[in-house]
């Protein structure tokens, strides 16, 4: 192998509260031909900003003050716009974390993936047809000759991001940086995102930088792993090595963030339901049912997971148990009483006693409020407290989800993910709840921050005897919090029981699936998945891709 890329001391500096503060402080790093290394570490760490530095850019009110970023000879931090127009999308190519922001929705995805080689003159129209079909079948899309013509939205989320995948290999470029191009996957469509990438990159002898949070994942595709935190290296080192023996306290802790464990709670006669779903079905209006004669129940004190891939109904049911979607057939009862269909129809009393948490704080927070109103608001809605009373009530939720009072002056721009999260449960546990229904509220989440929202949803549950409806694709995170366990697929219950019942062999053939999708901390385990897949699919078990 040749040396393609070498980044040294790199220093880059981001402007913040009217003062130019450093984000990367002197990182440097080594990329050969064909070589993939992964960055890794969690949110501000600096992965994402040293990833596309890599292609001499700096996002808006970033700059880069200090090291070189020398790329088969040219030193990108010295090289004209010109330059480097030339170079990005041909021989330096980057796939986004959320496909469906990175696409016009407004055209197909040939005319998109057709756009750049067209555009720099690397081939025709035509020819990037044919190139585009070959990259489709190379990565295991459906109808390779024709999906092409679709639009983004008629084609599912790990479709589309194999889709990015293949736009960045248009014009057969030397080096794609990844930056968390499976995060917002299910586990069973991040196989197949990661088996394809692994696939073209070693078919396309293409050197990348995997960019992610989860060590688990960038295992299966790297070679080398850099492990970052604050914008330092922590330690690089092979796979194996950084795996089986790390030499870093960090690394370790980050080899220990899937061990979060709840003592599951025995189901006594005595238990208090105070939710249950009987037989609900519900549609969005097209006549296609998105949930099939659901049932199931949520007990006082416990906290039931939803468990399944995209699709599967989760969080449709929970819209329909909010009063968000009208159900077409069934009824939900809370404490044994009907609720009304709909959440206009709902009493104050009601709809205080079930909140909802949302899987993106960034849309969930008004950006033009502070922290002390986004609390403040709920508190004088649900419990008429104002004044001091309101603000002696905020100050205690702020302590609750153990923040400082100096977060109350804040706006949500200038909090971190998990910070912003835990002002999210603040504001559902201002209207002092008896039930919560939380909406993948760790997927968008780096596993440290992940961690410590799960730990405090737990000590806030035993605390104040709330009950958690959890939906969740992580199987890892219904392994640490769950009593009892719902698995869903296509808008059907396909088992349910306590987390013991459910995660102990034998499993229902849909179960097996999910499970054995977690990805685990073993360089060899996505070629282990995927002959498991293959078996499973012999005996009958449906797998979308």
Known sequence: MSRLLTIKDLKIEGYQEEKWNGIVHGVSLTLERGEVIGLIGESGAGKSTIGIASMGYAR????????????????LAQASDEELRKLRGVRIAYVAQSAAASFNPAHTLLQQFAETPVKHGVMTFAEAEVKAIELYRS???????????????????????????AMAMSCDPDLI??????????????IEVLSSIKNAIKQHNTAAIYITHDLAVVAQISDR????????????????????????DYTRELL???????????????????????????????GVRVLNNVSTKVTKGMTVAVVGESGSGKSTMARVITGLLPPEEGEILFHGQPLSP???????????????????PDVALNPRQKVKDVIGRSV????????EYKKARVLELIEKIELSDSYLDRF?????GGEKQRVCIARALAAEPELIICDEVTSALDQLVAKEILTLLQDLQNELGMSYLFITHDLATVKAISDDIVVMYGGEVVEQGSKTEILTPPHHDYTDLLLSSVPEMDPNWLDGVLQHRLDLEARGVIIHT
């Open 60 to 75: 808006p009110g970033c700059r880069i003050t200090g090291g070189s970023i020398e790329f088969d000879g040219m030193d």
């Open 139 to 165: 990565l295991d899309l459906p109808n390779p000759e024709s999906i092409g013509s679709r639009y983004p939205h008629q084609v599912s989320g790990g479709q589309l991001q194999r889709a990015m995948v």
């Open 177 to 190: 940086i990844f930056d968390e191009p499976t995060t917002a996957l299910d586990v069973t469509t991040q």
């Open 225 to 248: 792993i850099m492990v970052l935190r604050y914008g330092n290296e922590v330690e690089t080192g092979l796979v194996g090595q950084i795996v089986q023996d790390p030499k870093e």
């Open 256 to 286: 220990s963030v899937r061990n979060v464990r709840h003592d599951t709670m025995e189901h006594s006669d005595s238990d208090s339901t105070i939710l249950e779903v009987k037989n609900i079905s519900a549609s969005y209006g097209n």
């Open 342 to 360: 709909s959440f206009k129809d709902r009493s104050l009393d009601l709809l205080q006693r079930i909140q909802m948490i949302y899987q993106m």
């Open 380 to 387: 004088e809605f649900y419990t008429g407290l104002k004044g």
């Open 412 to 416: 949500p721009s200038e909090l971190s």
